[in-house]
Nanobody, 123 residues
Framework: QVQLVESGGGLVQAGGSLRLSCAASGRTFSRQAMGWLRQAPGKDYDVVAGISRNGLSTYYTESVKDRFTISRNNDKNTVYLQMNSLKPEDTANYYC????????????????WGQGTQVTVSS
């Protein structure tokens, strides 16, 4: 069982950077693949990035592949999303989530979500 709390969102100008953090409580964090999901205004939820249990495999949606980096520190029970060169279209509520099944590329893969953190990018 894992509980998730996101932080690090805020307002930033286009071209700027933010780092999101997701702190996990529970005994099985290292056994869960993890992901960052988002919902932009007027759009459905989407998988932004995912990472395997050991951190060696990652996934990125095409629109962020050259700008965002997902990472995890299992000793600290934390997953991160480093966001560089932010664009107004990145504005969304961002969530971290667990995957008990080990897949991390589709919404259906994720079981438990955090409360979300808002990212707003101004032009």
């Amino acid at each position: 069982q894992v509980q998730l709390v996101e932080s690090g969102g805020g307002l930033v100008q286009a071209g700027g950077s933010l780092r999101l953090s997701c702190a996990a409580s529970g005994r099985t964090f290292s056994r869960q693949a993890m992901g960052w999901l988002r919902q932009a205004p007027g759009k459905d939820y989407d998988v932004v990035a995912g990472i395997s249990r050991n951190g060696l495999s990652t996934y990125y949606t095409e629109s962020v592949k050259d700008r965002f980096t997902i990472s995890r520190n299992n000793d600290k029970n934390t997953v991160y999303l480093q966001m560089n060169s932010l664009k107004p279209e990145d504005t969304a509520n961002y969530y971290c989530a667990t995957s008990s099944g080990g897949n991390f590329r589709s919404l259906v893969d994720f079981d438990l979500w955090g409360q979300g953190t808002q990212v707003t990018v101004s032009s």
